[in-house]
């Protein structure tokens, strides 16, 4: 289906109509209108049309036109439906035969009257009948194609970790570009992003390609992943030279591209660091003066201990409970266990896989032997796990100071027909899950009332997943899954598919990935959801330099706003100038204005379009400038800064 983010990506890049057909497939519902108004969630609304004949390989015979005139759902309110003709999938387009019918069928007594002409002529007709049409909210969601959203679970991770080494770079690069004479390698940052998007195509990402595709984008994934990290690791180096760390024997630099302060525990050789990141920025550090205390924290057979959560585990190693003491909540649901590894007979293809997956389970992962231990500030209990000729090596973490519990994981899987996952039964009574998407969250619902939401059995999030009551909630981080089962009140993740079509081979073979138990007071926003999600993602990063002078502090904060619902998701150089680019957007659901204020002094600000042209000039005060938010707005801002 369809993001309910697309219609202001959309409308932002001066696209204003959207035409589909892949809602037709839907195998639970039928959508109410052929056309009608998307809005997304933050209001924005673009023109839809969906061909009423469901296909885009239309023979253009008479019974085409004439099941289109009879299955148009709009066709009291409008006179204009599209019709897309010749061989749509896997190209070829239009035959000889298909123009001679159009053109004998043009004025043909007994079927509608046909038009040839281009698609935007006909979206622009369409238009002037707006004033008739209803307006669909929210995601368009497709109930068909599930699996896509964990089939191929290694390309996931490498386009996870790509479009977020992307990221980390562009900031890094924009900065040694404007401070040293590193240039901005726009050229190959261009290309690595368009070999990366080639990859998001509609049957690579989502799994659903032959078994060459995967053994070669997997190869290019690795260089390309390669390439960008030492890209950003020459732009770190460029600007380190420029910190002034005479006042340190042995300096290492730590990096926070997040747009608010973290405390982080970072463990170097053998050594462990209690950190205090500056927003935005970097901070230097003793290589000399790690921590030499940890907080009481307990790693013992049955049990996990920090200074907020304690976790009980039974004589299988599964979880049963997890107690939160600063809120004085038991997590897991009476009598649920939490954290099975459970493995289901799936006996479909890299599309989808049956409904009722949850009635035939194969068995799990068995435990095979156990180790609990502390690692400085770490609790950890290490997992060896078995399931026919897979194993599943999990460490299992509570750190100080954390909510979050870490499962962090290696998989060797053999397995075919088959699928794991990890489910969290949680004592949490909510009629809503939320999810995150991009630029904002989602809500869906937990029950099977309707026909549309027994077709959500199984759906999409990004770096988090949650359920709460107004009090309490529990959210599900990861950092590279996307199948999520929320009914009632257990949070469930789609971890591996082994399907054997297209791909015989599919998803065989090692694995690794992490995902988070994070309990918290209040719904998602109050309980800090968004920012945990980003802090697993974004990783922290370690350098050791020179001891030299240089014109830099040693702790810089590039950017910090005065707002905790505003994320700066992208700091880039402008595609036609030096100038920054700034991409922010609202995360919680809210309007509001915000202050963005520069380390740097800032010559000019202007709003634009997600094209970078310009909106309008922003007023400068202080190296500060403001932006109005919308709840989930996307605003881009073009900067021009005084180094």
């Known amino acids: 289906g369809y993001t309910g983010a697309l219609p202001q990506i959309m409308q932002k890049c001066g696209v204003h109509y959207f035409m589909t057909i892949k809602l037709s497939w839907d195998r639970y519902n039928i959508y109410p209108n052929h056309s009608f108004f998307w809005q997304g969630i933050d209001g924005s609304r673009v023109l839809v049309h969906m061909p009423p004949e469901g296909t885009y390989n239309s023979s253009a015979m008479p ?154 984008s997997l190869q290019r994934y690795a260089l390309l992943l390669q390439q960008v990290l030492a890209l950003l690791d020459n732009f770190l180096q460029a600007i380190f030279k420029l910190i002034n760390t005479a006042d340190f024997e042995n300096p290492i630099i730590i990096t926070n591209s997040l747009l608010w302060e973290r405390s982080e525990w970072l463990k170097i050789d053998t050594k462990w660091y209690h950190l ?28 996990l201990e920090n200074d907020i959560l304690l976790v009980k585990f039974n004589d299988e190693g599964t979880i049963i409970s997890v107690f939160d003491s600063d809120n004085q909540k038991e997590v897991i649901f009476k009598g649920g266990l939490a954290n099975e590894l459970i493995v289901y007979h799936d006996d479909g293809d ?15 992962f068995e435990l095979v032997s156990s180790e609990a231990f502390l690692d400085g500030p770490k609790a950890v209990m290490k997992q060896v796990r078995q399931f026919g000729e897979s194993k599943l090596i999990q460490k299992i973490m509570l750190t100080a100071g954390s909510r979050r519990i870490d499962f962090e994981t290696e998989v060797e899987w053999n397995e075919r027909h088959k699928m794991l996952r990890a489910s969290f039964p949680v004592a949490i009574q909510a009629n809503e899950s939320v999810s995150e998407i991009q630029f904002g969250h989602i809500r869906r619902p937990t029950n099977q009332n309707t026909s549309w939401e027994r077709a959500k059995f199984e759906i999409c999030a990004h770096k988090w997943i949650d359920i709460s009551q107004p009090d309490y909630g529990v959210a599900l981080l990861n950092d590279s899954k996307y199948g999520y089962r929320v009914f009632g009140s257990t949070l469930d993740i789609n971890l591996l598919r082994s399907s054997a079509l297209p791909d015989p081979q599919a998803d065989r073979g090692k694995h690794q990935f992490t995902y988070s138990l994070f309990p918290h007071a209040g719904n998602h926003i109050s309980g800090g ?14 350098i050791a330099t020179a001891k030299h002078s240089g014109k830099l502090l040693d702790k810089l904060s590039f950017f910090t706003i005065d707002s905790d619902n505003v994320i700066l998701e992208t700091i880039k150089k402008a595609e036609k100038n030096d100038e920054i680019i700034l991409r922010l957007y609202e995360a919680f659901g809210m309007r509001k204005k915000v202050t963005i204020h520069s380390a740097y002094p800032i010559q000019s600000a202007q709003l634009t379009n997600m094209l970078e042209e310009k909106i309008e000039t922003l007023e400068i005060t202080s190296n500060s400038f403001s932006l109005e938010f919308k709840p989930f707005e996307i605003h881009t801002a073009r900067l021009k800064l005084e180094i």
């Open 276 to 303: 205090q990141l500056p927003a935005m920025g970097y901070a230097t550090i003793d290589a000399g003066k790690p921590a030499q205390e940890f907080p009481q924290l307990l790693a013992q057979s049955y049990l």
């Open 529 to 542: 959801v968004v920012r945990a999600g980003y802090e697993l993602n974004v990783p922290i990063k370690a």
């Open 63 to 216: 019974e085409a036109i004439k099941k289109s005139e009879r299955e148009y759902l709009d066709k009291a309110v409008s006179e204009n439906c599209l019709l897309v003709y010749g061989i749509g999938d896997g190209g070829g387009g239009p035959g000889e035969e298909h123009l001679e019918r159009l053109q004998r069928e043009k004025n043909l007594e007994g079927i509608a009257p046909v038009t040839q002409e281009n698609v935007l002529e006909f979206f622009k007709r369409l238009e002037s009948e707006q004033g008739n049409f209803q307006t669909w909210t929210g995601e368009l969601y497709l109930g068909m194609h599930q699996g896509t959203y964990t089939t191929q679970g290694r390309s996931k991770w490498f386009n996870r970790k790509l479009e977020i080494a992307l990221r980390e770079a562009e900031f890094w690069a924009s900065f040694a570009n404007l401070m040293t004479d590193e240039n901005y390698p726009q050229q190959q940052l261009e290309t690595i992003w368009k070999e990366l998007l080639l990859y998001q195509f509609h049957d690579i990402l989502p799994g659903s390609s032959i078994t060459r595709v995967y053994d070669e």
């Open 350 to 364: 890299a599309w989808d896989f049956s409904v009722d997956y949850e009635y035939r389970t194969a068995g799990k």
